[in-house]
Nanobody
Framework: QVQLVESGGGLVQAGGSLRLSCAASGRTFSDYAMAWFRQAPGKEREFVAAIAWKGGITYYAGSVKGRFTISRDNAKNTVYLQMNSLKPEDTAVYYC?????????????????WGQGTQVTVSS
């Protein structure tokens, strides 16, 4: 059974940092793109960042570029999202996702696997 399990969310003040982790199990994700999406109350799920498993090419939403960094540890089958200079508008549930080769990286519907989400709350 394939599972993606996120951790690392919490409450932080504006300007602070958090690191999210996504541990994958049940299959190898060596050929998969791994991504983070987020969803705030009353809003649609939006793309945050992604990383190609091979080669490590990264992609970012404009709203987080320069503040967030996505990385992966192939040996641990784990993806990370380092979030710095957090803002209240970053408050959302953050989801990890895995998608096969050839997908549109920023399109949530292209991803096969999803975690349960982890809450990030940034206070002003």
């Amino acid at each position: 059974q394939v599972q993606l399990v996120e951790s690392g969310g919490g409450l932080v003040q504006a300007g602070g940092s958090l690191r999210l982790s996504c541990a994958a199990s049940g299959r190898t994700f060596s050929d998969y793109a791994m991504a983070w999406f987020r969803q705030a109350p009353g809003k649609e799920r939006e793309f945050v960042a992604a990383i190609a498993w091979k080669g490590g090419i990264t992609y970012y939403a404009g709203s987080v570029k320069g503040r967030f960094t996505i990385s992966r540890d192939n040996a641990k089958n784990t993806v990370y999202l380092q979030m710095n200079s957090l803002k209240p508008e970053d408050t959302a549930v953050y989801y990890c996702a895995g998608g096969p080769p050839g997908i549109v990286i920023m399109r949530a519907s292209d991803y096969d696997y999803w975690g349960q989400g982890t809450q990030v709350t940034v206070s002003s």
